[in-house]
């Protein structure tokens, strides 16, 4: 079973549904047993990174996702849920992340419109396991204010948005993106089922 973590933040039943629709039992749960005996973990995500890691502090979710990281499950992070498994967010301040994997979230350049609202293409440099049977420079679906800077060997593709911008990421059973797979039709589809196959 793929739990997606219920921490009071992001539409969760839209990735519920596609992970469904693509043949997955997929439970939304912040029931502490249901996480820990899940086969695998999603956390997706939308608004304020400070009220998000303050949320999943207090509830103690954090301790549930470095559990299962450290146990190998396949954890996979959407939109602020990539964002918070880094070391810090300068959103509206400076705050902490889950520290799962090295990088900051910075704000989108100057000279781009904020939020990116839309569709734009990936460049893919890691093929497996996420990113397998897709299409050369697929469009995923975007809703983002900030981004990820990290120097780490980690990044598994980027998109361009003023600037080339770091939009995936996979480091062992940890993969993450800042699009949204869940609104990204079939390539959407083709990356969750991949998740799901991991």
């Keep these: ?8 933040m ?14 997955y039992e997929a ?20 608004g304020a990174f400070s009220d998000a890691i303050d949320t999943i502090r207090k509830k103690k979710i954090d301790d549930i996702i470095y559990k299962a990281v450290e146990e190998n499950k396949p954890f996979l992070g959407i939109c602020l849920g990539m964002q918070l498994i880094f070391d810090k967010s300068y959103e509206y301040g400076e705050y902490k992340g889950l520290g799962l994997v ?7 350049p ?8 839309g569709w734009n293409n990936l460049k893919i440099h890691k093929r497996d396991p996420l990113f397998t049977d897709l299409e050369e420079d697929p469009y995923v679906y ?3 204010s900030y981004y990820l800077e990290t120097q780490a060997d980690v990044v598994s593709a980027t ?18 993106t800042q699009f ?10 083709q990356i969750l089922k991949n998740f799901g196959g991991v």
Excluded: C, W
């Excluded at 439970?27 to 997706?44: F, H, R, Y």
């Excluded at 100057?110 to 609202?117: A, E, S, T, W």
């Excluded at 998109?159 to 993450?176: E, L, P, R």
């Design 1 to 8: 079973m793929i739990a997606i973590i219920d921490y009071g």
């Design 10 to 23: 992001g539409n969760l039943r839209s990735v519920q549904k596609a992970f469904e629709y693509i043949g």
């Design 27 to 46: 439970k939304i749960t912040s029931d502490v047993k249901e996480l820990e005996n899940a086969d695998k973990l999603v956390l997706p995500g939308v």
């Design 102 to 108: 090295e990088g900051e979230i910075r704000l989108l």
């Design 110 to 117: 100057d000279n781009v419109k904020k939020p990116h609202i």
């Design 142 to 144: 975007f809703v983002h």
């Design 159 to 176: 998109t361009f948005y003023g600037k080339d911008i770091q939009v995936s990421v996979q480091k062992g059973n940890i993969f993450a």
């Design 180 to 189: 949204h797979p869940e609104k990204s039709g079939n390539t959407g589809l």
